[in-house]
Nanobody, 119 residues
Framework: QVQVVESGGGLVQTGGSLRLSCAAS????????MGWYRQAPGKQRELVAV???????TYADSVKGRFTISRDNAKKTVYLQMMSLKPEDTAVYYC?????????????WGQGTQVTVSS
């Protein structure tokens, strides 16, 4: 079983910065994908950014140039550096981890961390 723990959300003013972290633990041989999704009130959950084992990353168009995703494979941790935050970035941010262990694949979601950007 895989567990993920998120941290780093909070309240920030427009133009400010926040850094989210997500650490995975448990039955893991390799983590193929780590990333962040978000869900604003009344909206569907959407991809923010993901990073693959080799380091390739994908971003939503709305965050390109402002957010940076990175990972530390040794620590099984993914980070999301968010800069130039806008009110429309307000949402619950969920960590996502896709891992493998003894031939089986797991997809694990974090409990979510609130990010609120005030105007």
């Amino acid at each position: 079983q895989v567990q993920v723990v998120e941290s780093g959300g909070g309240l920030v003013q427009t133009g400010g910065s926040l850094r989210l972290s997500c650490a995975a633990s448990g039955s893991i041989s390799i983590i193929s994908v780590m990333g962040w999704y978000r869900q604003a009130p009344g909206k569907q959950r959407e991809l923010v950014a993901v990073i693959y084992f080799g380091g390739t990353s994908t971003y939503a168009d709305s965050v390109k140039g402002r957010f940076t995703i990175s990972r530390d494979n040794a620590k099984k941790t993914v980070y999301l550096q968010m800069m130039s935050l806008k009110p429309e970035d307000t949402a619950v941010y969920y960590c996502y981890v896709e891992s493998q262990y003894r031939g089986s694949r797991d997809q694990t979601w974090g409990q979510g961390t609130q990010v609120t950007v005030s105007s």
